[in-house]
């Protein structure tokens, strides 16, 4: 399969703080590339879908503002959550789509304290 | 929206037995239907796929098989071993776009 790669692996943050998260695809170029949020014990919830050169897509429920997304390159995306609260802790995941799968980062497990 | 249910929430299995999960969804154009293993605290791995061309795919001791009449369809693991042992999420894709909805994962255990 195809491999991905996010970066940090975890970060934390104090409240009100900005945490970039980058994630890569380094085997095949992803022109397409998705990030989800994970709660402990949770299933994997899509926030938004990430499209090299054009504007993110945002589910309904995520703010635009505070997620910030940018897909500058066929290789990577880049997740900016913006004034982090603790309530945004979570582990935040990226995916890459190759041909119709989708291959998972190792996740960004996020603190906010 | 797409909505996928996944039953049972927990399966604890004697090792070499079969697991069998099954998934439900809503959405008629659903057209992809993936399973992913994740171990806790690392990345969800594509284990097998199916798409709706095709009732039914297997992959050494893993199938998956689909019913699109019923809006079903699951995962069976045979010879179940210990390194089984995982959370496994069904996802299906509304709209027939590449957009995934995952289900709520069920817990397999496999019992040495």
């Known amino acids: 399969g195809a491999v991905v790669s996010q970066h940090p692996s975890w970060v934390i943050c104090k409240s009100g703080t900005s945490v970039k998260i980058e994630c890569r695809s380094l085997?095949?170029?992803?022109?397409?590339m998705f990030w989800y949020r994970q709660f402990p014990k949770q299933s994997l919830m899509l926030m938004a879908t990430?499209?090299?050169?054009?504007?993110?897509?945002?589910e309904q429920g995520v703010e635009k503002d505070k997620f910030l997304i940018n897909h500058a390159s066929l290789t990577l995306s880049t997740l900016t959550v913006t004034s982090a609260h603790p309530e945004d802790s979570s582990f935040y995941l990226c995916?890459?789509?190759?041909?119709?799968?989708?291959?998972f980062g190792p996740g960004t497990r996020l603190t906010v304290t | 929206g797409e909505n996928v249910e996944q039953h049972p929430s927990t399966l604890s299995v004697q090792e070499g037995d079969s697991a069998v999960i099954k998934c439900t969804y809503s959405?008629?154009?659903?057209?992809?239907f993936p399973w992913y293993k994740q171990e806790l605290g690392k990345r969800p791995q594509l284990i097998i796929d199916?798409?709706?061309?095709?009732g039914e795919k297997k992959d050494q001791r893993i199938a998956v098989t689909l019913n699109k009449t019923a809006k079903h369809f699951s995962l069976h693991i045979t010879e179940t071993q210990p390194e089984d042992s995982a959370v496994y999420f069904c996802?299906?894709?509304?709209?027939?776009?590449?957009?995934?909805?995952f289900g709520k994962g069920n817990q397999v255990v496999v019992i040495p």
């Open positions: 199916i798409r709706s061309n095709v």
């Open positions: 959405d008629s154009a659903s057209n992809y």
């Open positions: 996802a299906a894709n509304p709209y027939g776009n590449n957009r995934l909805a």
């Open positions: 990430s499209n090299e050169g054009s504007k993110a897509t945002y």
């Open positions: 085997d095949f170029q992803a022109t397409t």
């Open positions: 995916s890459g789509l190759s041909s119709y799968e989708q291959y």
